[in-house]
């Protein structure tokens, strides 16, 4: 078994405590059910909306191809293009 640390809201806590007991479930056993469902249906099993103005003009430029990466003919260059982002940016690149 792992055990996982999660931070919550104080209200949010109490309020699915509450809930979870009227349905004879504690947080373990509640957590351990949302996780199951998001394996199967591989995703968040409900609907996510964005109302963030930020992530919708991102999500226009995407699906418009603006911004997107490159093409690159062979795995060597991709690798080159990577490694040079990751000196230009100095992020920790791992693969």
Not at 33 to 60: D, M
């Amino acid at each position: 078994m792992a055990i996982v640390t999660v931070r919550l809201d104080e209200n949010v806590k109490k309020e699915a405590e509450i809930l979870f007991k009227k349905m004879d479930l504690n947080m373990s056993t509640a957590m351990n059910l949302f996780l199951k469902k998001c394996i199967l249906e591989r995703g968040i099993p409900f609907e996510l909306k964005i109302s963030n103005k930020e992530t919708r003009k991102v999500l226009e430029k995407v699906e418009k191809g603006i911004g997107l990466s490159k093409i690159f003919d062979s795995i060597d260059k991709m690798m080159e293009n990577l490694i040079r982002l990751c000196l230009k940016t100095r992020n920790l690149c791992y693969f």
